[in-house]
């Protein structure tokens, strides 16, 4: 199998050899019949380790062939291979299950997890509950049903102004700071969802009674509980979160309203403020960066030198070694994303920057997961370096606001603008989010209520969180169809909550930093250090990071914000 060193000079420059699929599999049933003859704890110890770098190497491997496709999807050879991870992908999952079920059965286990840590161990035991061969027919089913949804949405074309556009091209359109371009964009796409409603509520219908049919084979009562094994989430469940959506009502929805209503007072429509209007922030157009994407890595460059040494050290790598790309071109895939290559000990950043924020927020959200993956490289147990999905969005939204001081060398004129939209998104966010979290809670108890019936919860939800929408003009809106939009919702059950969580504790480091700037990034550093070592709860408090959940943290959030927002001069900001 090919081998990586962390010695490398320029990642562009590696060349990648086509993974003999049959030595892998031979490599993980070796370990598989080792582990289990091993004879001692020192002997089953040396295998645990060698299945870990055997891991590493895989991923190394197969996050490469995913860079390379992506970042020319032209190019053939790695367009092969891309094909060719994808189908060998599950086979691999399947040995890996097979080498953690003899693990398990290891009669060394206490040595094991004296070794490596009981949280390991935790967490591949509720992997293996939440699968079984009984249900692999359903989970068959359960991708093929997801897939219909994707396809329909990635297919559609939504005619417009004379031309057919995807749903995501129609985002400038509804964005448009021209009134009668974003209502007539929005009503465009949202007649699309209004043609497919049934054909969309007959799909989530069928998901819905398919994880409900795979909860039952498990022994769960319903899919909400197996949603959350799924998730690795250890130690908080679906009490948590309904307590957590009555704090969010009570704290962060009278600040939110307060927002909404300043945004309609700017825009100047008053009564007649319509549900596409809120999606343009100021009537003057949203901020933009002052530089193009060279000028933006060079302020970034600067920034992190100034903010600390360790970013520094590692922004300064990556640009060096060539580990971002960053600049649309003919053949790159759309989107962003930041990955990490454990054998060369390195991250590498994906995006298409477009001239508008989402570039700078590249380099801060992307670069903080980066850095955190940096900072956690050390652990052996490759679970270990980054948390579970509640709490990995936590270092890429914090480093947003961390770096708030420095805005001004990425949009000069714009600044206040970004600063005060940035902060006000995060902060409306929540409640929707909290809506979409609300609303699969309630579906998946009441699995068999229909879709009319679950678009009504819907819309009472709405009513509840986001009070200043109105749809007199949009039946289907009305109705409650806003949902169908929300791609989580059919592809990841039960998880947009994690985002919600993560950006009030981004909020909390935010307003530390107001106060402590210096202090505030070094707890940050530590806080990136422990990875993902601890589940959820223990992470915070290792860290000392107050719990959205507990006590009066929202409160206090939701309090020390409403001070920052008031410091603005709106009608200076929008003029
Ligand atoms: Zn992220």
Known sequence: MQHFSENFEDLEKIEIERPNTQEILNLHDDLISKIKSATSSEEA??????FFRLTDTVSTIFNLIYIRHSCDTRDQKYDELSTLIDEFGPEINVKSNEFIKALLASPFIADLEKEFGQYFFDLQKLSLKTVSSEIIPDLIEENKTVAEYVKLIAQALIEFNGQKYTLSEMGKFT??????TRKNASEAVWNFYEKNDDTIGDIYDRL????????????YQNFLQLAYDRMHRLDWGPDDAAIYREKVLEDIVPLSKQIFNRQKERLGYQNDTKYYDYKVFYKTGNP??????NGLISAAAEMYENLSPTASKYFNFMVSHNCMDVVSKPGKASGGYMTYIPDLKTSFIFSNFNGTSGDVDVLTHEFGHSLQGFLGADYIVPDYRSPGMECCEMHSMSMEFLTYPYMQNFFGKDTEK????????????IPYIVIVDAFQAYVYEHPDI?????KAYWRKLEKTYLPHLTYEDNNFLASGGYWMKQTHIFEVPLYYLDYSIAQVVALEFFIAS?????KTFEKYISFCKLGGTLP??????????????????????ATNIMKYLNTFDLTKIDS
């Open 45 to 50: 110890s040396e295998i645990l380790k060698r």
């Open 175 to 180: 964005t448009s700071v021209d009134r009668e």
């Open 208 to 219: 819905v009674k398919i994880r409900t049919r795979i909860a039952h084979k498990l022994g």
């Open 288 to 293: 933009i960066p002052d530089k193009d994407a």
């Open 418 to 429: 970004y600063l005060y939209s940035h902060t006000c998104d995060a902060i409306t966010i």
């Open 450 to 454: 229909s879709h009319q019936e679950r």
């Open 514 to 518: 107001l106060k402590e700037p210096q």
């Open 536 to 557: 959820f709860r223990s992470l915070l408090k290792a860290a000392d990071i107050a719990n959205p959940f507990d006590g009066d943290t929202l409160k206090e959030v």
